[in-house]
């Protein structure tokens, strides 16, 4: 059995890649499982353990990071985020292509990992419209939002390191462009066989 394409969706905080999954993983050509992320940080209200986040103790992710359980891990706000390892790998081994949400700097250790893995940096249509999206989408919260906006230019900086950079103007679109190379590399995998 043919080994599954991990793909690795990242790109500037609040750039649209959550709509971006959404539309690769409803995709039946792409056939993409998700993985699913371990957290520290609380559940909130419409969330559900195992189906959006593992939500774990900082003890138990202490634990995931010792025993090198996780393929990238990082933490924000206070709180750490990571993949678990065996998921990704049990899912590939069955010849399932799985996708990856990842924050940038966590796609060079998962390439260390998974080399043959595809990823894709998500990079906002101007600086100036994504902190107009962040100053709307928390404008609750002043702090957060000045945070995010000197994460989201941090992780900019790291776009020039990707093979594939996709300019999100419009959802469908970028989600076509992805959906293309994906198919791309699916069909290259099919040859080599």
């Not at 998500?122 to 107009?132: A, H, N, T």
């Amino acid at each position: 059995m043919a080994k599954g394409l991990v793909v690795i969706l990242t790109g500037a905080s609040s750039v649209g890649k959550g709509r971006i999954r959404d539309l690769l993983l409803a995709d039946p050509d792409l056939k993409l499982f998700f993985s699913i992320s371990e957290t520290t940080r609380p559940k909130k209200e419409n969330e559900v353990d195992g189906k959006d986040y593992y939500f774990v103790s900082y003890k138990q992710f202490a634990e995931s990071v010792k025993n090198h359980e996780l393929l990238e891990y990082t933490e924000f706000n206070g709180y750490y985020y990571g993949t678990p390892k065996a998921q990704v790998e049990f899912l590939a081994s069955k010849g399932k292509n799985v996708l990856i949400e990842v924050e940038a700097q966590g796609v060079g250790p998962i390439k260390l990992n998974i080399p043959d893995s595809l990823a894709f940096f998500v990079m906002p249509e101007s600086r100036e419209e994504l902190e107009k999206q962040i100053a709307e989408r928390y404008k609750d919260d002043e702090a957060s939002v000045s945070r995010r906006i000197n994460k989201a230019k941090m992780e900019m900086e790291l776009a020039p390191l990707f093979r594939n950079v996709v300019t999100n103007t419009d959802g469908e679109a970028a989600f076509r462009e992805i959906k293309a190379k994906i198919l791309e590399e699916m069909e290259l995998r099919k040859q080599k066989k």
